[in-house]
């Protein structure tokens, strides 16, 4: 066998292990991945390799699922396992098994969203991985942006992601220990106290020079360290700058900034500090005293990771291991905190779940688990190269998991209705609950009255008739059509037997009988509204679970009640 033969028959294996674990449908992205992954010594060839993985994905999701899974068994190979994603991430560089210490640091603004999701889930497996250390960390230190109760939504979030969290700190609990260090730094002339205009330090900064404050003595530093902690200075009027290099490469790294005063009060300590310090200052003070090993970051946060990188070396400390993985792009749904808290206080949202948001309350609220979740995000793995979260795979691994659990319920959208003719008695159409387990069935009763049966069906459906059209009511009867009106349409009853809608190519519809319709709306993830009825069955369901209305989509019961019903859409 030529090499080109076997890295064709090594592409197919996975391709179809893909491809059965997602409905049939091989994603050439995850497959190339695989390759990359397993075998390096294809890496120098990512271009010939990519055409050939494009070719076997589009053979493989040509074959039906049972073929798929065929061909597997053949091959003596199991369905990939969703857990089998968790190996791809690449181990962590100088890692120990039981030393390794990981935080997961969120300021409390808000609660979680799909970017912080990804953060505290790569940090909670790699700390399971290593049988390590994960440290939920808030990060307070900017009066402006705490929302008091952003802390227990945090945990909250992380307990239904399942993320564990080994130790938990406040920053604003720990200003003594910055004071301190901030000492210790003016002291070893690590930083300076710097009085100058902003825009004047600006100007200096830009064109890599020193400002005038920077030559200050150690114990003029320290002095006015002293009269910035004793409220001597104004908001503005004085700051404590990191000594850097002044014509670094990167400008946002010069002299930045360590400890500024905040007038404002913080929500959590009140006016006790006027003094607080920077993300930077705190982050790197923390992650030394908390003995942080490795740190997970997006690469927006390189120029942040070169700024602390001048503490840990002004202090003699011991650098922690930077990781940093490319942006997470979340088309389709707000991420912004700041934007989803100032559209709470306009009336734009009507909460931290609003479904037009990517918060994890929003996911929660429309029944995505997090399961399918995680395992979302553990494929995209732990990757320098900018990704675009896939709602498409999110809903394929959700899919998996609702399907077995979710009863079955018709539900017919800006209903129209339908007058049957011809039957003179009540039928009874008994429905399974569930196609693939025993759990009974529901009963839909045709019900004559003064010669007609009055049933809704979706308006996609009923605008789609013409006279003499002959369809088929699911797992009831067969209805040739007399006329079409204005929001009514006439019919017959044609007759009852399966075979004979099938053999004259019936098309098949959900209903619902008038009879016994509830009010049902579901909200969407753009904010829209799908209003109609659900057959009365569904009074049996509880708020929280999932239903599937069937031949529509998914969705999670808000309210269920003889008066009316309330979903939000999960997914098709």
Request: charged share 35%; with cysteine.
């Amino acid at each position: 066998m030529s090499e080109l033969e076997e890295l064709r028959d090594v592409i197919r294996r996975y391709a179809l292990e893909n491809a059965a674990k997602y409905d049939g449908k091989a994603n050439p992205n995850a497959v190339m991945k695989k390759v990359m992954r397993e075998h390096e010594e294809y890496r120098d060839r990512a271009k010939e390799v990519l055409k050939l993985v494009r070719e076997v994905v589009e053979e493989v999701n040509k074959m039906s699922l049972e073929e798929i899974k065929r061909e597997l068994e053949e091959l003596g190979a199991e369905e990939e396992e969703e857990a089998g994603e968790k190996g791809g991430l690449k181990p962590l560089p100088g890692a120990k098994e039981g030393e390794v210490r990981l935080r997961f640091a969120p300021n409390p603004s808000g609660p979680l969203h799909l970017g912080h999701a990804r953060a505290a889930v790569l940090n909670d497996e790699y700390a399971r991985r290593y049988g390590g250390t994960l440290i939920l960390r808030f990060e307070d230190t900017d009066p402006r942006r705490v929302d008091p109760e952003a802390y227990d939504m945090i945990e909250e979030d992380l307990e239904w992601l399942g993320v564990r969290v080994d130790e938990r700190y406040v920053q604003s609990n720990r200003m003594e220990l910055y004071y301190r260090v901030a000492e210790e730094l003016l002291e070893r002339g690590g930083a300076y106290v710097c009085t100058c205009d902003a825009d004047e330090f600006r100007r200096l900064r830009d064109r890599g020079q020193a400002c005038p404050c920077r030559s200050r003595e150690p114990e003029e530093n320290l002095e006015l360290w002293e009269e910035m902690l004793d409220g001597a200075f104004s908001e503005g009027e004085a700051v404590v700058r990191v000594k850097t290099k002044v014509d670094h490469p990167d400008p946002a790294v010069r002299e930045w900034v360590a400890f500024r005063v905040v007038e404002e009060e913080h929500p959590m300590v009140g006016d006790r500090y006027l003094v607080w310090p920077t993300m930077n200052f705190a982050v790197a003070v923390d992650d030394h005293f908390m003995e942080v090993t490795h740190v997970l970051r997006g690469k927006d946060h390189e120029s942040n990771t070169r700024r602390q990188e001048f503490i840990f070396e002004h202090l003699g400390w011991e650098t922690p291991e930077y990781v940093h993985y490319g942006i997470l792009k979340v088309e389709g749904s707000v991420l912004s905190t700041s934007k989803i808290k100032e559209g709470i206080k306009s009336g734009e949202f009507t909460g931290w779940d609003d479904v037009r948001t990517a918060t994890l309350r929003a996911l929660r609220r429309r029944g995505i688990e997090p399961e399918a979740l995680r395992e979302t995000i553990l494929e995209i793995g732990l990757t320098d190269v900018d990704a675009t979260f896939s709602w498409k795979q999110l809903y394929s691994r959700n899919r998996r998991l609702i399907d077995p659990k979710s009863n079955r319920y018709f539900f017919v959208r800006d209903p129209v209705e339908l007058r049957i003719e011809g039957l003179e008695e009540p039928h009874a159409a008994t429905v399974p609950l569930h196609p693939d387990k025993d759990r009974g069935e529901r009963a839909l009763v045709l019900h004559p009255e003064d010669g007609e049966c009055r049933v809704w069906l979706d308006r996609e459906d009923g605008e789609e008739l013409e006279e003499g059209d002959l369809i088929r009511l699911m797992n009831a009867v067969n209805v040739e059509i007399v006329e079409v009106g204005d929001g009514v349409v006439q019919g017959r009853y044609h007759s009852e037997d399966y075979r004979t809608a099938r053999r004259e190519g019936a098309r098949i519809v959900h209903w619902v009988p008038v009879d016994q319709a509830i009010p049902c709306e579901v909200l969407r993830p753009d904010g829209s509204v799908d209003r109609g009825y659900v057959e009365a069955n569904v009074e049996r369901e509880e708020p929280g679970r999932t239903v599937q209305f069937e031949r529509l989509y998914f969705a999670r019961i808000e309210e269920c009640g003889p008066s009316g019903v309330r979903a939000v859409y999960a997914h098709d």
